[in-house]
């Protein structure tokens, strides 16, 4: 009997499969100048269709998948679901230039509607991520784009997304054996708002298979694809080879008394976990196909005593740093380099700075308060950055919604552009003031900013219940911060 491939239900009428055939490694393909014929990729897709891989996951940069899936689809296959993404420089964009992007991958396609567009940024400190969202939003609403979804989003940056009256469908991450980020805050997030999250790295770019067991560690100029290079900076990440190899061991154990491979056991586990729609395994098509293999993934579940012991192996793991996505974002950047030099040249202040008359340097960061007084709200004196009456508001909207969790973290994002703007960043704070309206929300407020500033004592860091001038019923929290540039 035919194994059928699972599939999920992202939103009524609109399923995938729970295996997503990821085209990423068309870019390694085509590295260093080579070219593929477009029809004959093509024509590689159609074992995957026929087995019931129906959906594909590609970029706006994953050299030429787009045209191949989009040449497939016309010519052998309208019952397929093409995923894509789009992925910004991080140089602020108009919407004329954001409608250019959707329209390039409408046209790489050969569709008149984009099933599901998922959206990255580098730099959350730039508020220029939520025009790009709201803009998109508005091509879904004009037909251009089916559903929207985000990719590499950590938990706060969804949490203001969903709380802004932004629709979105899924976010795109890392999530694996090796790496358990989104087990912590995003998991639950996602379950309380009706999120799939798609998560790629289950097979650790193929380090989650038999010929890398009880294997010497390689070195980084061994390894031939952009998938290995970057899987084994999350492997030295996660502790190390011999770690990995536990781990490996762990996996091979479970495969045997299943009679499944390692690949099926590491992709079972993760697509079992709770608010995981579907995993994403990449193809290297016409070269390496894995098909009747990952058919497999269907064909078995995974007992609790199997789960168990794989479970107090990773346990073992030295947690990969920060949330989901902050490998792309801040130190260590996990990437195939190891930096972000292969996908942005640098990243460009979030506002334009000014020296005024007296010498001080100050910056408007688009919001209401700009300019009150014939003041700026953000200055730098010698080395001491002020920034005042923050709110979360950015280009007429509240951000937010009526979540302090969220509202608060949009402000601490300004004020993140505002330092960096001038020269600074979020280690030189020395002072934070808070007015909150609410004051059951002290307490969540406070969390949050020793999070965020662990350095400063708590009587530099005060929260203060004023009401009355939150004069806007909408707004829940303003802050001030002053800064020392060098003190980080």
């Known amino acids: 009997m035919k194994t059928s491939v699972e599939r999920c239900e992202l939103s009524p009428g609109f399923t995938i499969s729970r295996v997503l055939t990821g085209l990423w490694q068309i870019a390694d393909m085509e590295r260093n100048g080579r070219s593929l014929n477009l029809h004959a990729t093509a024509t590689a897709i159609k074992p995957y269709v026929d087995e019931g891989f129906t959906t594909f996951d590609m970029a706006d940069h994953y050299g030429s998948a787009e045209e191949i899936a989009g040449l497939f689809r016309k010519q052998h296959s309208k019952n397929i679901e093409l995923l894509t993404k789009w992925v910004p420089d991080p140089r602020a964009a108009t919407r004329k230039a954001v409608r250019a992007a959707v329209e390039r991958s409408l046209d790489r396609m050969q569709t008149e509607r984009i099933d599901l567009l998922q959206y990255h940024t580098w730099n959350y400190a730039d508020p220029a991520w939520l025009d790009q969202l709201y803009w998109l939003q508005e091509f879904k609403r004009e037909g251009l784009i089916r559903y929207i979804g985000l990719v590499n989003f950590d938990t706060a940056h969804l949490r203001i997304v969903l709380n802004s009256g932004i629709g979105i469908l899924s976010n795109q991450v890392c999530f694996s054996l090796l790496d358990r980020r989104a087990k912590a805050g995003m998991t639950g997030l996602c379950l309380r708002h009706g999120i799939k999250m798609l998560a790629f790295g289950a097979i650790a770019g193929g380090f989650f298979t038999e010929p890398w067991l009880g294997k010497p560690e390689p070195d980084m100029d061994e390894l031939i694809t952009w998938s290995q290079m970057k899987y084994k900076r999350f492997i030295d990440a996660a502790g190390g080879w011999d770690l990995f190899q536990d781990v490996l061991y762990a996996a091979k154990r479970t495969s045997k008394k299943l009679g499944v491979s390692i690949a099926n056991v590491a992709c079972r586990y993760i697509l079992d976990e709770p608010a995981v729609g579907g995993i994403i395994i990449g193809a290297r098509l016409s070269q390496s196909e894995h098909i009747r293999d990952n058919l497999r993934i269907f064909q078995f579940s995974l007992d609790e005593k199997s789960r168990s012991e794989i479970s107090a192996v990773i346990e073992k793991l030295h947690p990969i740093p920060g949330d989901c996505g902050d490998e792309y974002r801040k130190p260590p950047f996990l990437t195939a380099s190891g930096d972000l030099s292969h996908h942005i040249e640098t990243l460009p202040d979030p506002y334009a700075s000014r020296t005024s008359e007296d010498g001080q340097s100050i910056i408007l960061c688009g919001a209401p308060w700009d300019d009150t007084d014939s003041k700026s709200r953000a200055m730098r004196h010698g080395k001491r950055i002020e920034v005042t009456g923050i709110t979360p508001t950015h280009g007429g909207r509240l951000i937010g919604g009526a979540d302090v969790t969220a509202q608060l973290c949009f402000v601490i994002d300004v004020l993140d552009g505002a330092l960096r703007s001038l020269g600074g960043s ?63």
């Open 426 to 488: 979020l280690k030189d704070v020395i002072r934070t003031h808070v007015l909150i309206r609410n004051p059951e929300d002290s307490y969540t407020v406070a969390l949050i900013l020793k999070e965020r500033f662990p350095d400063i004592l708590p009587e530099k860091s005060s929260i203060q219940i004023a009401s009355t001038e939150l004069s806007d019923n909408d707004l829940m929290i303003k802050m001030d911060a002053e800064a020392t540039v060098g003190k980080g």
